[in-house]
T-cell receptor, first 116, second 112 residues
Framework: GAVVSQHPSWVICKSGTSVKIECRSL??????MFWYRQFPKQSLMLMAT?????????EQGVEKDKFLINHASLTLSTLTVTSAHPEDSSFYIC????????????FGPGTRLTVL | GDSVTQMEGPVTLSEEAFLTINCTYT??????LFWYVQYPGEGLQLLLK?????DKGSNKGFEATYRKETTSFHLEKGSVQVSDSAVYFC???????????FGAGTILRVKS
């Protein structure tokens, strides 16, 4: 199957700093990428959907200025957590999808963010 | 809004035991239903799916049937193996497959 990578796999940062997480589709062109957040013992919550070359669509309750998403190419999307605080600590997961309906989302392994 | 409820874990079974993980959903319209599996240290992988009522998805010995009348999509396997130990997520999406709504996940542990 198609492979999606994330980098870094884990990151620890100080409160007030910004952190960038990369999501790459390694062997296919991803017209749409998704960012999810997962709290301990809870389900994945969709944060935003991004289409290559256009602005991301954020879910209700997700701060656009806090979580900046860029989908500059068909193989790369980035999530930047700006001015991170301890409550932003979480597991962030991306997925990627090819063009067309019913196409499967392929998931990255996730990034563990800890804000001190 | 749409939601998915699945049984809490962890579920601990002996090898070759029968597995059922319950999943029910609430949705408007006619969603597609999925089971994803996450092995330790890996990303979520699609295990099986069903796109309309009475469809049965199957893969690797796992099965689930889309039951519209009971709004359920229970996952079953007749004989589990140690290698099936993972976290299993039930999910639904709209027809376009774009917006996935996940259940909380169920940890399965299979002992030899």
């Amino acid at each position: 199957g198609a492979v999606v990578s994330q980098h870094p796999s884990w990151v620890i940062c100080k409160s007030g700093t910004s952190v960038k997480i990369e999501c790459r589709s390694l062997d296919f062109q991803a017209t749409t990428m998704f960012w999810y957040r997962q709290f301990p013992k809870q389900s994945l919550m969709l944060m935003a959907t991004s289409n290559e070359g256009s602005k991301a669509t954020y879910e209700q309750g997700v701060e656009k200025d806090k979580f900046l998403i860029n989908h500059a190419s068909l193989t790369l999307s980035t999530l930047t957590v700006t001015s991170a605080h301890p409550e932003d600590s979480s597991f962030y997961i991306c997925s990627a999808k090819m063009a067309g309906d019913y196409n499967e989302q392929f998931f990255g392994p996730g990034t563990r963010l800890t804000v001190l | 809004g749409d939601s998915v409820t699945q049984m809490e874990g962890p579920v601990t079974l002996s090898e070759e035991a029968f597995l059922t993980i319950n999943c029910t959903y609430t949705a408007t319209g006619y969603p597609s239903l999925f089971w994803y599996v996450q092995y330790p240290g890996e990303g979520l992988q699609l295990l099986l799916k069903a796109t309309k009522a009475d469809d049965k998805g199957s893969n690797k010995g796992f099965e689930a049937t889309y039951r519209k009348e009971t709004t359920s999509f229970h996952l079953e396997k007749g004989s589990v193996q140690v290698s099936d130990s993972a976290v299993y997520f039930c999910a639904l999406s709209d027809r376009g497959g774009n917006k996935l709504v996940f259940g909380a996940g169920t940890i399965l542990r299979v002992k030899s």
